[in-house]
């Protein structure tokens, strides 16, 4: 039987590209988005992580639709840019809610299974800004560094029932979140990777795959990032 993948914002992006690669791994993919809806033909169920009541629906569903998640990617996320100084209170809190609390509250659920199951396997996407700091994104980077030390207590938390926990810390990635980027900001953050590219969805994909097969990792932080944020 294979293992149930849930992949939080499948329905485009990164979350897209990673519910393709992990069908063609042989998971059980089920996509979570606000729609309800996703293309190529994915399962999917509707799922709002900003809310805890979705949270516990959407589980619910796919329990009795698919069975238990074995693997959760909690990708969902938003940006809410601008100086700290002039940054609403909506944009500071929907940003944590969405990313951080969103993803805290997937990992809660999914564990219900996971603990039962003695095995399974939660990644997190954080960002490379988690740990090297953004100007301009003070609510984000905060949200992609909690999730560091989520994934880090939640590992020890564990570990010994057979569950892995990781982060993966993707660069610039070519998506709709940055295609709104203005070209002065994106030849900047170009001429900071060593690689002198940007990434496709499907690179980080590819390590979603790694991490879901890799037993003895766990705790980890692997950043996909051409070398972005190497040092830190
Ligand atoms: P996109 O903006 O292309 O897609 C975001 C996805 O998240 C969409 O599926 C969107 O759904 C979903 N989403 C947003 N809010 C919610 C919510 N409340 N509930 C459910 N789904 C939600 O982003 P990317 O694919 O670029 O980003 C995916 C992840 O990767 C994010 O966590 C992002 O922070 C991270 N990341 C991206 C980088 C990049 O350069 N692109 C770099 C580093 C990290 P809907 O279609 O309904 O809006």
Redesign the pocket.
């Known amino acids: 039987m294979s293992t149930i993948a849930l992949v939080?914002?499948?329905?485009?992006?990164?979350?897209l590209a990673t519910a393709l690669r992990l069908r063609e791994s042989g998971y059980q993919v089920v996509v979570?988005?606000?729609?309800g809806e996703a293309p190529d033909g994915l399962d999917t169920v509707r799922?709002?992580?900003?809310s805890p009541e979705s949270i516990n629906a959407a589980f619910d569903d796919i329990e009795s639709r698919f069975g238990t998640v074995g693997l959760l990617v909690a990708?969902?996320?938003?940006t809410r840019d601008g100086l700290l100084m002039r940054m609403s209170d909506e944009d500071i809190d929907d940003v944590l809610q969405?990313?951080l609390a969103?993803s805290i509250r997937l990992a809660r659920r999914a564990l219900k299974g996971m603990i039962r199951a003695r095995a399974g396997r939660i990644i997190f996407?954080g960002?490379?800004v988690g740990l090297l700091g953004s100007g301009g994104q003070v609510n984000y980077a905060a949200a992609k560094a909690g999730l560091v030390g989520a994934a880090r207590s939640l590992a020890r938390e564990v570990g010994s029932r057979g569950i892995t926990v990781n982060v993966i810390a993707?660069?610039?990635?070519e998506?709709?979140?940055?295609a709104e980027l203005d070209d002065a900001v994106r030849a900047g953050i170009l001429g900071g990777i060593p690689l002198g590219r940007y990434a496709q969805?499907a690179e980080i994909a590819d390590t979603v795959d790694f991490l879901a097969s890799a037993s003895y990792i766990t705790g980890a932080v692997i950043p996909v990032d051409g070398g972005l944020g190497m040092g830190h």
Do not use: E, K, Q, Y
């Open positions: 939080t914002g499948g329905n485009r992006g990164i979350g979570g988005s606000r729609s799922l709002d992580v900003s990708n969902a996320g938003i969405t990313n969103g996407v960002s490379v993707p660069g610039f990635v998506t709709d979140m940055t969805p």
